[in-house]
């Protein structure tokens, strides 16, 4: 079945004209992903790759009925982009953007308890339910099919993972880029239901980092719902104190939250398998499937 | 940098006037009121510990301390500017701040009516001391939060009054400038019952700085590690990690840097400084990082881990491939490189001599680990 | 009251002078700019045809108008001030408003490229003409709302940077105001692409009124009916029905007043007026409110229905006893107290002359058909 | 078992040192209703009829872990009451002003989704579970416990159908004010799911009025998830169009949405009793126990 996105998903691309949507419009062709419509004020009536162009997100909707919408604007124009989507009911918002302001997302997330929509990310690769199709801009001739739903608020850590599954012959059923930064739109636990829920995912695989509680709450949430085993990694353990690692969620307080001991403690009494590294990620679901 | 952002956004701070160059210091000094409190305006810890604040009673004083003060160094940090504030004379000193709250994914009021407190120390010894109110970002700041601080605080309610504005105030800073963290400490009150912000900190979102013009002129005047602004100037992350380590890792992601870091650390190696060379690498950009982390002269090895997505690989080792060959240093440089064209890029890096090349990450910490060794 | 509001709010209207008196009309009239429109400042519909809305060529002109239309009546209204603006050369005119949708619970954005309509009409006419996007109140009009707006009227993109500020400032007075209803009606673009409101009406919540002073004062000057500002100066509230109808009904409570005139209505009886006398009735009010209702000329049986929750029924008897008494109208009065004290009541209704009383509603209802059916 | 107000409830009174304030915590004691605290901005410290009253909502809450409020505040304050009061995380509040702006209510009523709180009114004589407690300024003595559960826009009309109800021996579960605003905080729709779930309430009554198109959408609910027999009310039939009647919400627009006639027609579709008068009520529901 696979989860959030799949080949009956209808998507729009805002920022369809500019050079990263384009390029990326045609990317996500190319995997026939179905991409209804395309988003540029000022370009309404224009194709790019065969998709129509609209002015308002608002009129794209309207026309084709989408689902989801792909971000691809700049970083500062992502709130207003998000809004946008939010206040046309789009209910799948897809934001790709690294460095969006950390208020721009407050505002967001509070927002959204309002609306009928929900947002992965800012700094998300996306989703991919391989072979059905994929919404963002990860590497997708690396994915293949199967049972391992991942989440990862890392890109590189994710995509390692999945070449190496993928060489392992383990297939994924549908993969999330959580995104790296303080406030994501969508938590791992706020997407763990949709896993347990889902025939086709037998393994569910968390890819977290130093930073926040989210991996606490995550393991809450699978020690209270989930039956379906569960693999994590946290990456981080050596990062110093008090300083981003680049992803900017990425950074333990000086009083020691967010630490890799404390996240790995709390998921290790929830039942969760504990990974050291991405090879062993796969080693684990080899076990377990 | 807090000072001049209050004033701003008109949170009362005491009169001052800044002081960069020892010229017309008697027509700066003269004509103001004593006593002053000299501030120097460097962003350390422990700043009045370290002689960075001193007491004035007269115009000759104040210009003695002037000359000791301007272009010293304190705590290693040059001292361009001096700040010559009223000295308050407060009848209680209070703390006051906002943070953006991950976890709450709010903006939080923390107050307590003990200022000039390291906060985090008093939230373990007397939590009780301080109160804490997550802000509903739809709603702002209103009266009754402030009546809520005020009583906890075993304060006056009617300093209300005279207490709103600033939290409002310093709340819509918070906002307007993207900021993590506002911080009065201390926030005195003067006989008067006025609140007057001594000193503070403003910490901004990275973020948001494209948009925060005015903040960005302040962060230039920052100290910062030379190959930290060197890598910047290229959009690279350069990020010191343990002192004297000998291997450097460069990546191109937070979290493969992070993966690489634990890994090699594991194996009892410190890892000294990594680089992430972000998304969309040339051949170019791999070769200029490349430059920049070896020209940290404590690094002795560098593990290159690019996992290209999209990127090609054979374009990857042409970068490689340049800076190795140009660089001609001695440093060991170990690659694994995976993703699109990989077979082109092995061959590319199979002609560069002292490359020592992987075909994953566990090889490479092994390779890591083995070279180490002999160094 | 729309362009004035208008006005204060930055929303763009022709400019315009006030006449108020025939004095000075050559000091006010020979040295502005012609043609001009001159429009009677009265709250009516189809002022146009009414004769209230004429054009000026030349100062000669405007004063003639003024002559004739100051302190002339239309439809009934006295007209006491004329506005004279500067005659439009629309290119276009379009339809704006907002409303408060109660079902959205959201105020709601409407626009037709279709200006002068009644949007009503229009909108059972051609509901495509007419675009209708909700608010969300805690975010405001955004850019894409202007932009959605254009292109579904097929109209100019690049007019978003013009109407843009227009929606948003007519928005602020909206919330500001507290309105039920901006509008602007028509909405003019002229030559240079610019955005006029030629015509509005604004409509403000009443229950707002005590915090909006600015508006409460043009309030003051609309005609209403005598016994309904008469009933407003006790807090009562005096509600007109059927034309002619001869039955007048007073309680304490909107809910209850509905339903006796419905269940009076159901036997075919027309109802003329009913006062709500609202919670806490004393004696003196209970009075003033029959006084008030019986002094309507066309009321010939009143139906006092009072169920007293936490009132006595002793106190509403006495304010009944006392206004039928000194009242000596020949008029019907049938009462139905119910509530605390009831028995003490029923002995004080008892001792008055004329009045019918009952014990519930239903025999109220049965006693106005029988009266009503002798009269 | 009753809804939303027992004997277990504890109650806030805000705006207790007010006249109308103090009386009704007199006769809210009276009813045995369980008035913890009181609050009055400047008066905290003091006691009224033996209820001590705080400075701050947030302070009452947190000695006395109440879970509802009752605001005797004037109209234009209930804002900022309300505001306190949902920013104090309290789950239910009463608010029983008349003549609160409109624009207030519209603003409350799209906060509160990002809330913890249910509000009822304003315009409100707010809740009593008659035997149990009561939380408003209802006339309580004509009150009597049963199986009979009301909700009301008009006061007037509940009273009198409840005096008639009890002088029948019929009595009620749960009586709940909706208050006669155009923007209720809490309408039919919303509370009739506690009366499903409610096992002393057998018969459940709505009397409704003129203005709006909230008894259609309760019709819908009780097509829908409704199982107990349900009676209604509409009053406002010959009510002239496009005058209120009093009620800020009771008012026909001038395309005739609001009518009583489109209310009575969706009630009845939905199997719904219609009453004629409040006398016709207690005889229904005389039938249906």
Redesign the interface.
């Known amino acids: 079945m696979s989860i959030l996105i799949d080949e009956n998903s209808k998507i729009i691309v805002q920022g369809i004209t500019g050079r990263e949507g384009s390029f990326h419009t045609k ?1 996500m062709l190319e995997y026939r992903s179905n991409i209804a419509a395309g988003v540029t ?2 370009r ?1 009536g224009e194709t790019v790759h065969g998709v129509p162009v609209y ?5 794209a909707f309207e026309d084709t009925g989408a689902d989801t919408t792909v971000l691809f604007v700049p ?2 124009f992502t709130y ?1 982009a998000i ?2 989507a939010i ?1 046309a009911d789009i209910p799948q918002i897809i934001t790709v953007a690294e ?5 721009d997302m ?2 967001i ?3 959204l ?2 609306s009928v929509s929900r947002v992965i990310g800012p700094n998300s690769f996306g989703i991919i339910s391989p072979g059905k199709a994929k919404a963002g ?3 997708h ?2 994915f293949s099919k199967g049972n391992v739903g991942i989440m ?9 993972t999945v ?2 599954m993928t060489n392992s012959n383990i297939g994924q059923s549908t993969c999330i880029g959580i995104g ?1 930064d ?2 994501p739109g969508s938590t791992f636990s706020e997407l763990l239901p949709f896993y347990q829920k889902d025939d086709q995912t037998k393994v569910i695989v968390l ?1 977290g ?5 989210e991996e606490e709450k995550a393991a809450d949430h699978i020690k209270k719902h989930i039956t379906k085993p569960c693999v994590s ?1 946290i ?6 104190k008090e ?8 950074i333990v307080a ?2 020691g939250t967010g630490s890799a001991e404390n996240k790995e403690d709390k998921l290790r009494e929830a039942g969760v398998h504990i990974a ?4 062993d990620i796969v080693d684990i679901c080899k076990r377990l499937l | 940098m807090a000072h001049a952002l209050y004033k701003a956004h008109n949170v009362p701070t005491p009169d001052g006037i800044v002081i960069d160059s020892l010229d017309k210091l008697d027509e700066k000094l003269n004509n103001i009121d004593y006593p002053r409190v000299v501030k120097a305006q460097v962003q350390i810890g422990g700043r009045g510990k370290a002689g960075g604040i001193k007491f004035a009673n007269s115009p000759d004083e104040a210009k003695k301390i002037c000359k000791e003060l301007l272009h010293s160094k304190l705590k290693g940090m040059d001292v361009n500017k001096l700040l010559i504030v009223q000295k308050a004379n407060p009848i209680k000193e209070c703390y006051l701040s906002i943070m ?1 709250d ?2 709450y ?3 939080v009021l923390i107050f307590s009516a003990n200022g000039g407190i390291d906060i ?1 120390q008093a939230a373990k010894d007397d939590p009780d001391s301080i109160i804490k109110i997550p802000i ?3 709603l702002g700041i209103q009266r009754y939060n402030i009546k809520y601080i005020l009583k906890k605080s075993n304060l006056d309610l009617n300093l209300e009054e005279r207490l709103f504005p600033v939290v409002k105030n310093l709340y819509e800073l918070f ?1 307007q400038r ?1 900021c ?1 963290l506002v911080e009065i400490n201390p926030l005195a009150i003067n006989g008067k019952n006025e609140f007057i912000a001594l000193d503070g900190k403003i910490t901004i ?4 700085l ?2 925060q013009e005015q903040i960005l002129n302040f962060r230039e005047e920052l100290n910062e590690e030379a190959l930290v602004k060197e890598a910047r100037k290229f959009k690279f ?1 350069y ?4 002192e004297y380590g000998k291997v450097a890792v460069m ?9 690489c ?3 090699i ?2 194996e009892g190696i410190k ?1 000294g400084a990594v680089l ?1 060379i972000g998304g969309g690498a040339t051949a170019d950009r791999v070769a200029e990082g490349i430059r920049i982390i070896l020209s940290n002269k404590d690094i002795d090895l560098l593990f290159v881990n690019i ?4 990127t090609r690989c054979d374009e990857i080792a042409s970068g490689i491939k340049k800076a190795v060959e140009s660089l001609s240093s001695k440093k060991t440089v170990i690659v694994r490189i ?3 064209n990989k077979d082109k890029g092995m061959e590319i890096i199979n002609t560069v001599k002292g490359i020592i090349s992987v075909d ?3 090889e490479g910490v092994k390779a890591v680990v083995a070279k180490m060794e002999v160094i």
Chains 1, 4 share one sequence.
Not at chain 1, 99 to 103: D, K, T
């Open positions: 990317q004020p000022g309404g002015d308002t997100v608002k009129e970083p500062l207003q809004l946008e206040d460095h969006v302001p950390v208020h407050m505002k997330k509070n927002l308890k309002y801009f990860m590497a001739r690396i990862s608020r890392s890109a590189t850590n994710c995509y390692e070449f190496m790296g303080m406030i890819i980092e130093i930073g926040g509680i990694l990456a981080g353990k050596n990062a110093p300083r981003s690692m680049g992803h900017a969620g990425a000086s009083d050291e590294s991405a090879m | 953006l991950r976890d994914q709010k903006p985090e509903n970002p739809l906002i993207d993590m979102d990275d973020s948001a494209p948009r992350l990020i010191p990690i343990e990546s191109n992601g937070s979290g493969m840097i992070m993966s870091i634990d890994l650390s594991k890892v992430d996992f290209g997505g999209i995976e993703g699109t994953n990450v566990r």
